[in-house]
C-alpha cells in the first residue's frame, strides 16, 4: 500500500481529473452521462498495513512511495484510514514500543475495521511466538478493546476471534456482513455502500434469476437477491465461500446458492460442456438467468467468460481495472449497450478508481 497525499481541499479537482480520464479513455463507446460516486475525503479506508521501523530505542510506523521500496516514510499520522483505526493505531505502537514480548522482531502491523466500530488488529514477527507474548497482547486487547491476531512463519494465534462483522445500511436495511483477516474484502465501506445502491438500482424490475461470478463473501450477493427469484453466485477462495454462507444464514435470506467454483469452471457448466459434483444439487435447468454480475480481479474477464457472459440479457459488469474493463467492453458491446456508467471513487488521492457498467442485449 503505498502513500497517499491526503489534502481534502484538493480532493474534489483530483476526482475531477479522473472522471475525466475515464470519460476520454471510454469516448469510443459513447457512453450514457458518467454517474460519480465520490468517497469521503479522509478516514475512508477501513483496512491497511503498515510496516514497522526500530530505529534504536524509537518504534514507528512507515510507508514507501510507489516503485521505492528503499526510503522509508515515517509517519505519526494518517488520516487515509478510518477514524477508529487512526485512533488506536499510534498509542497502540507506544504500548507495544514499551514492552519486550510485544516488540521483539515485529515487523509488521494489519489492521481490518468496519462503520460499525469493530476493530481487529494483527501482529507479524519474525520469530515464534511465545507465552509471554500472548499474556501481553491480551492485556493490549483489553487496553484498546481490539481483537488481536498474532503470525509469525508457518504460525497464527488468535486471542479471539478471527473475523469482524461489517453493518452496511442499504437502501434502510441493515446487512451484516462477517469479514475475515486476511481475506478480501471491499476498503473503502462508504464507497462499498454506494456500488452496491447502484447495483440494485440497475437491477431493479430485472427480473428472472441472476448468477454471480466473484462473489467474495456475498457483498453484492445479499442485497441483490431482493431483486431476483434466485441467485447462484461463484467463489474460488474458500475462506470467503465459508463467510459467504454465514452471511447468507445471519441475514436470513434464503433465495441464494454459493458455489466453490472458478468462474471458468462454472461457465462450462451452464453451457452444458462438462458436470460437477459441487452443482448437481442445484438444478440449474429450472433457473431463468436473466442477469449476470461480475467483480473480477484486476486482470478482467478472460475469453470465454466474456463469452458465457455475453449469453445473459443483462450484465452489471463493477470494475478495479478500467484497461481491462475496456477490453472487454470492446467484446461485450458487440451483442450489447452501454445503460449505464458509474465511477467509484474507492482509492482517493491515487489513479486508482472503480467503474460500474449495465448492459442490455441490443
Not at 478480501?184 to 462508504?190: K, S
Not at 450477493?221 to 445471519?250: D, H, M, W
Request: with cysteine; charged share 25%; proline share 5%.
Amino acid at each position: 500500500m503505498a502513500l497517499p497525499n491526503v489534502d481534502p481541499t484538493l480532493y474534489e479537482a483530483l476526482l475531477d481529473e479522473k472522471c475525466n480520464a475515464v470519460r476520454a479513455d471510454f469516448a469510443a463507446f459513447a457512453l450514457p452521462q458518467v454517474e460519480v460516486f465520490p468517497s469521503p475525503p479522509q478516514h475512508y479506508r477501513m483496512r491497511a498495513e503498515f510496516r514497522v521501523w526500530h530505529d534504536g530505542d524509537d518504534l514507528y510506523y512507515v510507508m514507501f512511495e510507489p516503485g521505492n521500496k528503499k526510503v522509508p516514510l515515517r509517519l505519526d499520522s494518517c488520516p487515509m484510514v478510518s477514524k477508529r483505526i487512526h485512533d488506536v493505531m499510534f498509542p497502540m505502537l507506544e504500548v507495544i514500543k514499551a514492552d519486550p514480548a510485544l516488540r521483539f522482531r515485529l515487523f509488521q502491523i494489519d489492521f481490518l475495521s468496519t462503520l460499525s466500530g469493530e476493530l481487529l488488529v494483527t501482529l507479524l514477527y519474525h520469530r515464534p511466538i511465545e507465552d509471554e507474548w500472548e499474556t501481553a497482547a491480551r492485556a493490549l486487547a483489553e487496553q484498546f478493546g481490539i481483537e488481536i491476531i498474532g503470525r509469525s512463519r508457518k504460525s497464527k494465534k488468535e486471542l479471539g476471534r478471527d473475523h469482524v462483522i461489517e453493518r452496511l445500511d442499504i437502501n434502510g436495511r441493515e446487512y451484516r456482513y462477517k469479514q475475515v483477516e486476511n481475506c478480501f474484502t471491499q476498503p473503502n465501506a462508504e464507497v462499498c455502500r454506494s456500488m452496491i445502491g447502484w447495483a440494485l438500482d440497475v437491477t431493479d424490475g430485472a427480473g428472472g434469476d441472476l448468477v454471480e461470478l466473484y462473489c467474495g463473501n456475498g457483498n453484492f450477493t445479499l442485497p441483490l437477491a431482493q431483486n431476483f427469484g434466485r441467485v447462484v453466485a461463484t467463489e474460488i477462495a474458500k475462506v470467503s465461500v465459508r463467510a459467504a454462507e454465514f452471511n447468507i444464514a445471519e441475514n436470513g435470506i434464503d433465495n441464494i446458492d454459493v458455489v466453490r467454483m472458478s468462474s471458468e469452471d462454472f461457465s462450462q457448466v451452464l453451457k452444458g460442456e462438462r458436470e460437477a459434483r459441487r452443482t448437481a444439487h442445484l438444478d440449474l435447468a429450472s433457473c431463468n438467468f436473466t442477469t449476470v454480475l461480475v467483480d473480477p480481479p484486476r486482470s478482467g474477464l478472460d475469453a470465454d467468460t466474456v463469452a458465457q457472459v455475453s449469453e445473459y440479457q443483462h450484465i452489471v459488469y463493477i470494475s478495479c481495472n478500467p484497461d481491462t474493463l475496456k477490453d472487454n467492453l470492446a467484446d461485450l458491446t458487440r451483442t450489447h449497450r452501454i445503460e449505464r456508467f458509474a465511477i467509484f471513487d474507492q482509492f482517493p488521492y491515487t489513479h486508482h478508481l472503480e467503474c460500474g457498467v449495465y448492459l442490455t442485449r441490443k
